[in-house]
């Protein structure tokens, strides 16, 4: 196994973590409304043994290929039960590692594929995941992602500016003016293709989002 990395303890709020775990599950249906299609195109193909980062209650296992053999890095225990439920409704084959993503428990060039959507923005070190992330792909295999990301200098930065405070205390961590594009672009990929997009709600501050894949 390889080594643990030392990490500060990664430990959710019991009410913050369960509100999140509520939070997204009645969000689903109006999330994947407006992210389906850039879910199916980023996601077309992906299945084998895919580890997802930060899996939460499961909403990209629909995505995957059937057959495919997931391996969910979810640290949050608040998540688990409703991703098991959706894993099991999906009919896929799924283990969960309560680890955080800055120290996977997979070893190198293990899996076909890595997935994760709106998880870069929360993690403690989002360098050291994207390390773990390109350690555990084979070569050739492929990082898809969608995450939201600092807007521009205008309105949208403002009101990012402006929540970042609470919105990161409500979220566990979550920040909004993180340059994802450019950690992931950092990230020693062989190549990386990013579209940036605007997420049509009125969840302002998660308005400008990216959704791409990376090579290793
Ligand atoms: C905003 S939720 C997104 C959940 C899910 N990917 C989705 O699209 O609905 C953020 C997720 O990242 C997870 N997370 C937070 N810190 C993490 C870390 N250090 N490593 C891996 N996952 C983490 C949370 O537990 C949560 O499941």
Redesign the pocket.
Known sequence: MPEATTLPA?SPNPVRGRLNSGF?ALMAGYIEHRLAGHKRRIFAGTGGVVAE?????G??LRYLAPGTTVHA????PY?HRRLERTAAARGVDLTVHPV???AIDLEDASVDAVV????LC???DPAQ?LHEIHRILRPGGRFAFIEHVAAPPGTVRRAQRLVRRPWRWA????RTDRDTAAAIRAAGFTSVDITEFRFRSTFVPVRTQIAGTAVR
């Open positions: 990664l997204f980062i930060g899996a939460g209650n909403p990209n890095i979810e640290p949050n998540f955080p993503g800055e994760c959507t709106w998880v929360t993690v403690h995941v979220f566990e961590g979550c």
